[in-house]
């Protein structure tokens, strides 16, 4: 359905404020609000906007998206579950050429256009609330495997340590090929985690320190200072216990290298403080004292 999209951006601005001294101009974060129509699955609420007069749209929507399994779908002589069914990709676009065994509805409301069903008055002009209906299919085709046999049809494998196998990949791939792309998606999404653990912890920890730049700001550049170290703090902070949270996980699978990890951390936070202890003040060397010359110095300007 064509739809009001809210979109924000943030950037600087400037703001006069009184501070000590007198008044300032400082640094403030300015949140900008765009709208746009675009084609959505899903009815957006507008009244969630932050500017809804003009940009209203419609509650509902009289035809929704959805998935249709096949009832028999076979890989040999193996009955393939849902749950694998579902696993399937390779869509691709179904034309539809006519609106002949359509419902009445849909026939006196509908216009065909590139393929689709179209509902409104103009397709070349969407309005918002237009509705576009197109279709996919998914060709039967070869398909490769990894499951246990249960009668005619395919189960989960359970391993010993209670994880599920079920892999399921179009063509014609071995075994070998199947577990590898499998062990290089797993990789990909744990570090996809890993790195996004990261980030939510140094935003944590930046939400924590946030009072003491919001304190600072009473005058700008000591805030921009504060921001500064707050941001420097938040990242080390957030790698420290990022890394002994991924260590003390590694223990249970590689315990070598979870303690090494473990291990590691561990010095170089002790490192740090030693380092931070040892920085000790620097002290102005003393002028000599002005003694007075000895008896037989000539005069300084003889």
Not at 118 to 129: I, L, R, T
Not at 206 to 229: Q, W, Y
Not at 250 to 271: K, S
Request: glycine share 10%; aromatic share 8%.
């Amino acid at each position: 359905m064509s739809q009001f999209v809210e979109r924000s951006r943030q950037g600087l601005g400037s703001r006069s404020k009184n501070s000590i001294g007198g008044a300032v101009i400082g640094l403030v974060l300015v949140v900008t609000y765009t709208y746009s129509r675009e084609w959505r699955e899903q009815p957006i609420d507008s009244s969630e906007f932050k500017e809804p007069e003009g940009h209203g749209n419609p509650v509902e929507m009289e035809y929704r998206s959805t998935v249709l399994l096949a009832d028999d779908v076979s890989v040999g002589a193996f009955r393939l579950p849902e749950f694998l069914v579902a696993r399937i990709g390779g869509a691709e676009p179904l034309e539809i050429r006519s609106l002949e065994s359509a419902s009445e509805a849909v026939a006196a409301a509908g216009i065909l256009s590139n393929g689709d069903v179209y509902f409104g008055s103009d397709p070349a002009s969407p309005a918002v609330g237009d509705i576009r209906v197109g279709y996919a299919v998914v060709r039967p085709g070869p398909v490769s495997v990894v499951a246990r046999q249960q009668g005619d049809t395919l189960v989960s494998y359970v391993a010993k340590t209670g994880g599920k196998v079920d892999l399921l990949e179009r063509g014609t791939l071995s075994a070998e090929e199947m577990f590898r792309s499998a062990r290089d998606r797993n990789k990909a999404m744990t570090w996809a985690i890993r790195v996004g653990g990261f980030f939510v912890l140094a935003i944590g920890f930046s939400m924590i320190l946030r009072p003491l730049v919001v304190f600072a700001d009473i005058l700008p550049f000591l805030g921009r200072i504060v921001g500064a170290g707050t941001t420097a703090i938040s990242f080390l902070l957030a790698a420290i216990a990022w890394t002994v949270i991924v260590s003390l996980a590694w223990i249970l699978h590689r315990p070598i290298l979870g303690i090494v990890i473990l291990a590691v951390t561990a010095g170089l936070i002790v490192l740090a403080f030693k380092k931070l202890r040892k920085a000790d003040p620097v002290v102005p060397a003393a002028s000599p004292p002005n003694d007075p010359p000895p008896p037989d110095a000539p005069p300084p300007f003889a």
